[in-house]
């Protein structure tokens, strides 16, 4: 039998990151998105919260909360502001998951305990100036050298950048491989920002996420150890893989959260808004772009929560994961623009949220996925031309 109703520990949390993001981070995110300001202080709150690590057992660090929290909290981070998820997806979902899945001992405990304690941030660097949804496009070499290997190459449109402390990069550790476009040749490493030949910056004009920062690294020649190669060698295709199993679920939760937002903001104005002599509530296309809404909201919960409840169990997910942030991240870009429309010229302004909100959602239509990708791998798996079984580790099963 299924049960979707929350445990009491989920709704305080759902509750507590609630709190907590409208009394500190609404009422100045408008002047922090103007800014394009991405203000560090907000880390340390989030760490207080036991967010960082929050699907991090107690042993590494974390808090040891089930999958379906950190969906909980990626969908309330993200109705204040983008900026907050993007910081649970590429920290909390796409590296600290990941350390915790293939990491060794050592790792883990000089990398993912200090990251879940959120005494260090960390991100993932995989896209590339010339290689965004073609990982095998790839153009990063890793040289073996000794105890030790030698990074190159440049990484682009990579969340907290210019802030992180660690980075699980990637790059061609086989280069006959890398000629063959062989995705076995590829490798996952660990770097620290403090390495000799790592350099980092900001993206200055972008039009979206603006309070959240995004940019660039550098590698010339970054000596990384040996024992900072996540899996082993040539298991870099199925880590990144992996990884995003994990970050599309954020993006998918924190996309619903988004949708929520552009209903509250759009219902809160139409009831104040007066037209024609009435409440522009009165007016049925009105309702029904507000419907819409409503239907696309709870829809989203559904599949976002459907691959939780999948990876609590420690089963496959790519499938589930994909359709929920395809779903998501269409429906929150179709709301955001409805919200806009509801509002009229005043959508148009930056006196209210939904412009913010419209030029948030764009950024997840297209990271992690294109929703072209996302599309032709639901055909894939209904055609047959995609096996839906397991090929690669799974998360761990949470253990209450």
Not at 29 to 52: C, K, N, S, T, Y
Not at 115 to 141: C, F, H, I, M, N
Not at 341 to 359: C, I, K, T, W
Request: net charge negative.
């Amino acid at each position: 039998m299924l049960d979707f109703d929350l445990t009491e520990e989920q709704r305080l949390l759902e509750q507590s990151v609630r709190d907590w993001a409208a009394r500190e981070i609404a009422p100045r995110i408008r002047e922090l998105d103007r800014q394009h300001r991405f203000d560090p202080a907000i880390v340390p709150q989030m760490a207080d919260l036991g967010l960082l690590g929050c699907s991090v057992p107690q042993e590494y660090g974390g808090a040891g909360m089930d999958y379906v929290s950190l969906g909980l909290i990626s969908e309330e981070l993200e109705y204040v502001d983008t900026s907050l998820r993007v910081i649970m997806s590429v920290h909390a979902g796409l590296n600290c998951l990941s350390l915790l899945t293939w990491g060794t001992e050592d790792q883990k405990q000089r990398y993912l305990v200090p990251q879940a304690q959120g005494r260090k941030l960390a991100t993932y660097g995989l896209t590339e100036p010339a290689a965004v949804s073609d990982v095998r496009g790839l153009q990063s070499v890793a040289i073996k050298s000794g105890d030790r290997y030698l990074l190159s190459g440049e990484k682009m449109w990579i969340s907290l950048a210019d802030v992180a402390d660690n980075f699980l990069v990637f790059a061609w550790s086989d280069l006959e491989k890398k000629k063959q476009r062989d995705p076995s040749g590829l490798s996952a490493f660990i770097i620290e920002r403090g390495f000799k030949g790592f350099s980092s910056g900001t993206l200055k004009e972008k039009w979206g996420i603006l309070a959240g920062n995004s940019g660039f690294f550098n590698m010339e020649e970054v000596e990384v150890p040996e024992e900072n190669v996540v899996g082993r060698p040539g298991e870099g295709f199925k880590i990144a893989m992996f990884a995003l199993d994990q970050g599309r679920y954020t993006v998918a939760a924190g996309a619903t959260g988004l949708i929520r937002a552009c209903r509250d903001a759009s219902a809160r104005y139409a009831k104040e808004r007066h037209t024609f002599g009435v409440a522009i509530a009165e007016h049925q296309l009105v309702k029904e772009m507000i419907a819409h809404m409503e239907s696309d909201y709870q829809v989203a919960r559904l599949l976002w929560m459907r691959s939780g409840c999948l990876k609590n169990q420690g089963r496959r997910n790519t499938r589930e994961t994909g359709l929920a942030k395809w779903f998501a991240t269409v429906a929150s870009e179709r709301a955001a623009g409805d919200a806009v429309q509801v509002h009229g010229a005043n959508g148009y302004s930056d006196e209210y949220p939904v412009g913010r909100f419209y030029r948030n959602c764009k950024g997840a239509v297209i990271y992690e996925g294109t929703r072209e990708i996302h599309k032709l791998m639901q055909a894939d798996y209904v055609l047959g031309f995609r096996e839906d079984k397991p090929t690669r580790c799974e998360l761990p099963k949470f253990q209450s």
